[in-house]
């Protein structure tokens, strides 16, 4: 379990699989930046008995907050075994945890924990460009827009591009000692 000033990270519980697969059909908390989702109930549900959310090479935090409530997702993935790189990504279920600086404080708590325990150089935010609350909590945690990955996702009816965000280790570690030294 990671620990944040308001929020916590820790696996997925069985009970959860349900109600996450219901949040990822609400296609308004989606917003217009996320694709439609692809994986069905039975797959998350046989995904969740065999891994509880976590592989070798991936895995699922959910982010609940200090009476345990679930509030969102936080989750990684290597993309590919010759590149090193691992894209994370993240949600909050509800628009009324919108804007208290949650997912921030997330991915700062995701970023650290795989950077110390992990053998990536790279980590990667793959954001719709007009998703501006998106690329700024990426922003806030050390992350480089690299540029556009051009008519990259498809999403209701059209395709999108894609603004991609990356953060490297000593990027990471200078982030890390500029938000530890007093201003
Ligand atoms: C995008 C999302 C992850 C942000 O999470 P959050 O917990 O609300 O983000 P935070 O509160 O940590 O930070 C949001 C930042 O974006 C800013 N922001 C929000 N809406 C904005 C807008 N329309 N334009 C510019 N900045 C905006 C906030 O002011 C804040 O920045 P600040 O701290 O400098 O003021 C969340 O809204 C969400 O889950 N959305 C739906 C799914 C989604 O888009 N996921 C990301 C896919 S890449």
């Known amino acids: 379990m990671l620990i944040g000033d308001q929020i916590t990270l820790r696996p997925v519980r069985a009970e959860e699989v349900g109600p996450l697969y219901v949040s990822s059909l609400d296609l ?3 917003g217009l930046w996320y694709p439609l989702p692809t994986t069905p109930l039975g797959k998350l549900e046989a995904d969740f008995a065999d891994s509880g959310f976590w592989t070798a090479g991936d895995g699922l935090f959910a982010i609940a907050d200090r009476s345990d409530r679930l509030l969102g997702i936080v989750g990684w993935e290597q993309l590919n075994g010759d590149v090193a ?3 994370v990504s993240y949600r ?3 628009q009324a945890d919108h804007g208290k600086g949650i997912v921030t404080e997330a991915l700062g708590l995701l970023v650290g924990w795989l950077f110390d325990t992990g053998h990536m ?3 990667r935010a793959s954001i719709h460009v007009d998703n501006k609350a998106s690329r700024r909590v990426a922003e ?3 992350f480089t827009c690299e540029g556009t990955s051009r008519a990259g996702w498809y ?11 990356t953060i490297t280790r000593a990027e990471f570690e ?3 000692l500029a938000a530890a030294t007093p201003a």
Request: aromatic content about 10%; overall charge positive.
């Open 140 to 142: 806030k945690s050390g």
């Open 121 to 123: 150089n790279r980590l």
């Open 92 to 94: 909050l279920f509800d």
């Open 28 to 30: 308004e908390n989606r």
């Open 155 to 165: 999403n209701r009816g059209r395709w999108h591009d894609i603004a991609v965000y």
């Open 85 to 87: 790189d691992v894209e």
């Open 174 to 176: 200078a982030h890390r």
